[in-house]
């Protein structure tokens, strides 16, 4: 159905205007306010021993969220995929669930548990080992609205591809952990690295679930996204600005990786290839 | 909250899963297990469950729990606390108002990246996924900077009603569009010009023909985006001023609950938010399971 | 006796997929596994490989007990219907795989995957991913990688399903040359009778998860043990209650239909009736022949169906030629016992 040209246009222009204000527009007004003095204000923000702790703060959180992740991601989707144990079917299905739990409900759940006069929080506190208000508590919140995100690319390459090369590999000789070295974890290899890409996102910019676990202490456990709410309510616009535009700016660029990857994966054919090769037939190609 | 990776045909796989009532039927070419668990997967499988129980299961169930320690009348006296019930009614209705909007714009959206071609398209496709990638405090200040105090277009929502639902909007954005998108790219063109050669307007092909297939993949998507709405709190910090009974939402209320020491009231909403969530995931996996089925 | 297998039951659910089944595979033959889908062929073939553990039963290759031996300490070679080629690892890689696994020295490597892939006829594609081939080439390479660890027993589960007609004919003469040359024992598995009998030395045909008969091409066309056998090897037609072969069937054309015929109630006698239908199909032609309660299909040269003037409304008396294989047809279904 080939509309008429100016219908065309008149929605491309409605489009384009609804995502331009809505989105386009302000994300660029963010970046012009934060160098609207030039480099001064990030010169100034990162001079601030505070905005340096929780930058570090946000990258330890991260890089262990992602280590969790991955490790975790990697097995429960194999786990899921290929074997079979009861309660299989309702695993699968809670394990989407992070995914829609507001943030604000996750950090409460956590601080139930693991709060001073939570379940566990008191035992654990005695044992002289604290999880709310402390580093500890910050990395369990973005872990669990993390942690669909490498699952979630993973299982579909893992259940596309089938058994037979696992299998093939078993019948010359190999034995479970070397067929998942090096048949089964090449294959899933750029799943792994768009799950993880997509879990340092998500771990960077974490702020409601972080907020009610990590008792937002300066120079403790305040993250990077706690600090440029503070700051921003504090009237210290310049580092507000300065910080969020770091944050956006890894943030994006994680997702504009994936989705370049992702459309190359898509379209083997502009991968690079070795050079010289008869191009298959139609018949001769299968999926 | 993955938007991107939400609801694409392929990824639907695992919902489907194996069904165990179906008799069994003898695995063809590239079966995927079931493996045996062995004494390693096994040990897998127990680590990974009291991970995944230490992390999500035991908290989410705490919420529960603390909410029936106070019983019904409890429930009741706390989300039916004025200031409560005002921002859940807020947070709600909002939320709808925003996945009507998105239900038509994220259609639309989808309809002109699937079916235009115009320079300046990938921009657009990056324009997309940004709300998904941006933290939502930032998302907040991004709102700020056009729409508050001292944007260039004079307007200024901040501390109304208007703010809480422009930053649901400016969050939900990917949902209905990511959702669509390849329903829409997969669609048969040959369908359309059927209906068009049986003498069906545009009009009437998009209504009759395409809608219709595109509507649980509208449906999902809508879901998703109301479930990202309500549970929604970083974005609005900084834009809605959190004012009592005016643009407070259910989240800030839950944090205000817990701050003040009543986990109680805290777990109550919580519970509230919580029981829409399931809810959309079960909505969501009945409708793939339907379009697996239809195939 | 190369492969044993003895008394294997397996099921999925409650799915029968192999019941109490025993045969014996003999050293250096080509083997065929024929019969429809689903019939267990491939289970068997799985279970022999190790893929997948039979519920009781054993397992016997080279006089070595394998039932509880893991897949990959069976030494076989295994080939799949679709190839389950190493994506990310070029042609020589996967051709190397088994030998890399068992730590062989790499010049030893090198040597023997050169010598496969020349035996493939790959050896201009070593460098090659799998994604750069057709087909048929990797197949050969599945072939190949399957070689390589010079397994005991090579298995190939429908080796040529996935690939067009054309491909699928020069894959099967080139299997059979290549089994000439090196005589491994070979068990492969196929529902296309044609290919089973083109080229296995033995066919086991299987069906319903149970043997129905082991035997040369030749024992099972011209002597099949039932009518299954007989229907899935070919054509068939039933005639006075037997499975015939149409191009088996005598005609002799009568003045008029006897008004009561006795002998058409003997089992396989002659039956009488009257041609309804014809039909040429270039040099054959194809005759219908309503006969009592059965439509028997009849086939004939031209030159005959000219002598015998067959055409529509011709009454014939048909017998089953002399020396032509029969089997008994199975009961009609609205004799069968209620259930």
């Known amino acids: 159905m080939d509309s008429s040209p100016w219908v ?25 306010n934060a160098f609207a003095d030039g480099l001064e204000t990030f010169q100034r923000a990162f001079a601030d021993p505070s905005v340096l702790f929780a930058l570090q703060l946000t990258a330890a959180v ?18 899921v995929v290929r074997y079979d144990f009861p309660g299989k079917a309702l695993l699968n299905a809670l394990l989407d669930l992070p995914l829609s739990v507001s943030p604000i409900v996750v950090g409460l759940a956590l601080v139930l548990v693991y709060g001073k006069n939570g379940w566990f929080g008191g035992a654990l506190e005695e044992a002289g080992f604290r999880v709310i208000f402390a580093p500890p508590g910050i990395v369990l919140a973005t872990a669990f609205v993390c942690l669909p995100l490498v699952i979630r690319e993973i299982v579909p390459v893992l259940t596309e591809l089938g058994t037979d090369e696992e299998l093939a590999a078993t019948s010359l000789g ?62 210290e616009q310049g580092t507000a600005y300065a910080v969020a535009f770091l944050l956006a700016s890894v943030s994006v660029a994680c997702i ?22 008869r191009p298959a037939t139609p018949s001769e190609v299968d999926a | 909250m993955s938007p991107t990776l939400a609801e694409r045909p392929g990824r639907t796989a695992r919902e489907r899963g194996p069904a165990p009532a179906a008799p069994a039927r003898r695995r063809r070419r590239t079966p995927n297990g079931p493996y045996r668990l062995t004494a390693t997967s096994g040990l897998g499988l127990g680590v990974a469950l009291l991970w995944f129980s230490a992390l999500a299961l035991v908290p989410l169930l705490a919420v529960l729990v603390e909410t029936s320690a106070g019983g019904w009348p409890a429930f009741v006296a706390a989300v039916t606390q004025p200031q409560t019930a005002a921002a859940l009614t807020l947070t709600v209705t909002q939320a709808l108002a925003v996945t009507a909007v998105n239900v038509v714009m994220g259609t639309l959206v989808a309809w002109v990246l699937v079916r235009d071609r115009f320079p300046g398209k990938r921009l657009l496709e990056v324009l997309i996924d940004i709300p998904f990638a941006l933290p939502t405090i930032v998302a907040g200040l991004v709102l700020l900077a056009l729409y508050g105090p001292s944007g260039p ?6 501390n109304t009603r208007a703010a809480v639902f422009l930053a649901f909007c400016f969050v939900t954005l990917p949902f209905v569009v990511r959702s669509v998108q390849p329903v829409l790219a997969e669609l048969d063109r040959d369908v359309e010009e059927a209906a068009a050669s049986l003498g069906a307007t545009r009009f009437t092909t998009f209504r009759r023909v395409v809608l219709p297939a595109l509507a649980p993949a509208i449906t999902a998507g809508a879901a998703l985006s109301f479930a990202r709405a309500i549970s929604e709190y970083g974005a609005l910090v900084l834009l809605s001023g959190n004012l009592p009974m005016r643009t407070e939402v259910g989240s800030v209320r839950i944090l205000s609950y817990l701050e003040n020491g009543q986990p109680e009231q805290a777990a109550a909403v919580a519970s509230v938010l919580l029981l829409v969530s399931l809810l959309v995931i079960a909505t969501i996996q009945l409708l793939q399971r339907k379009v697996a089925r239809r195939g | 006796m190369s492969i044993e297998i003895r008394n294997v039951r397996k099921t999925f659910g409650d799915f029968v997929a192999l019941d109490d089944v025993s045969v014996s595979v003999p050293t250096g033959r ?4 024929l019969g429809p889908s689903g019939g267990g062929k491939s289970t068997l073939l799985r279970v022999v490989a190790g893929l997948e553990v039979p519920d009781s039963g054993a397992i016997e290759i080279e006089g070595r007990d394998a039932t509880n031996l893991p897949a990959r300490r069976r030494n076989v070679g295994f080939v799949f219907q679709h190839y389950a080629a190493f994506k990310h690892l070029s042609v020589a890689r996967n051709v190397a795989f088994g030998l890399e696994i068992r730590r062989t020295p790499k010049a030893e490597i090198a040597e023997r995957v050169d010598e496969l892939l020349r035996l493939v006829h790959l050896e201009s594609f070593a460098h090659r991913l799998p994604s750069q081939l057709s087909g048929g080439q990797r197949q050969r390479m599945a072939l190949a990688r399957a070689l390589a660890i010079r397994p005991s027993v090579l298995l190939l589960d429908e080796p040529f399903g996935a690939l067009d007609a054309k491909v699928r004919k020069e894959l099967r003469d080139w299997l059979r040359r290549l089994h000439d040359e090196i005589p491994v024992t070979t068990v492969f598995v196929t529902h296309d009778q044609e290919e089973a009998l083109e080229v296995a030395d033995e066919i086991v045909v299987v069906n319903e998860g149970r043997i129905e008969q082991v035997g040369t091409p030749d024992d099972l066309y011209d002597r099949p043990a039932n009518d299954f056998v007989m229907g899935f090897l070919g054509p068939v037609t039933r005639l006075g209650g037997v499975l015939v072969r149409p191009h088996d069937v005598h005609v002799e054309v009568l003045a008029s239909v006897p008004a009561s015929d006795d002998a058409s109630s003997r089992p396989g006698g002659p039956v009488t009736g009257v041609v309804t239908r014809t039909t040429r199909v270039g040099f054959e032609v194809r005759a219908e022949v309503s006969a009592g309660d059965e439509v028997v299909s009849v086939v004939v040269t031209r030159a005959e169906a000219r002598t015998l003037g067959l055409a529509a409304g011709v009454a014939v008396r048909l017998a089953p030629a002399q020396g032509a294989p029969t089997a008994p047809a199975a009961e009609p279904v609205a004799a069968a016992a209620p259930a």
Not at chain 1, 62 to 79: M, N
Not at chain 1, 262 to 274: L, V
């Open chain 3, 30 to 33: 080509l083997t065929a596994l």
């Open chain 2, 153 to 158: 277009l004079g307007i200024d929502v901040a």
């Open chain 1, 8 to 32: 065309r246009r008149t929605l491309r222009a409605v489009v384009v205007v609804y995502l331009v204000l809505l989105v386009g527009w302000p994300v660029s007004l963010v970046a012009k």
């Open chain 1, 174 to 235: 190999a034995s479970r952990f070397q067929t998942f070295r090096r048949i089964t974890l090449p294959a899933i290899k750029w799943a792994v690295v768009y799950g993880v890409v997509l879990t340092l996102a998500r771990a960077l910019g974490e702020f409601g679930a972080v907020k009610v676990v990590s008792g937002n202490f300066e120079g403790r456990t305040q993250t990077s996204t706690l600090l440029v709410e503070q700051r921003y309510q504090d009237f």
């Open chain 1, 62 to 79: 991260a890089v262990q969220v992602v280590l969790l992740s991955t490790v975790f991601g990697v097995g429960i989707s194999l786990l």
């Open chain 1, 256 to 277: 504009v990786a994936v989705t370049l990857l992702r459309s190359d994966d898509a379209a083997p054919a502009r991968r690079p290839a070795r050079p010289a090769t």
